[in-house]
């Protein structure tokens, strides 16, 4: 009887520990972004990794911020890999070239898994 008990507990502490162990889904938002030449959004560069395995759904949605003007990207679907990923995602808007911030949400599966606020990036034409 406490074989058996001793073994579930070893089988509970390693699938425990592998689950801890896992790295949690990331986001980050690369600090160069590119003004639309029609002057309607800005192309923003976000990195995300869900980790491994991928999961089948993945959404972002990406906001930025230039003095008293603001756009979003609205959400955007993507098809992921397991692993690292640079996503480049149009966020609506009148911009000018020049400084500004971005925030970004990321949803891996059915949970929100990660957000960056209030980065600094720089709009170039």
Known sequence: ML???LSVVVILVFALGTVLLADPPTVS????ATLDPSN????????VDCGDPAPSGVQLEVAVRQGD?????????????SGRQE???DVFGVFTAGDASASAILACGPLLEGERLGSTIKISE
């Open 3 to 5: 074989r058996r008990i």
């Open 29 to 32: 938002i690369q600090q160069q």
């Open 40 to 47: 309607v959004a800005v192309l923003v560069t976000v990195v």
């Open 69 to 81: 003007n603001a756009g979003t990207s609205g959400v955007v679907f993507f098809p992921v890999t």
């Open 87 to 89: 996503i480049p995602v």
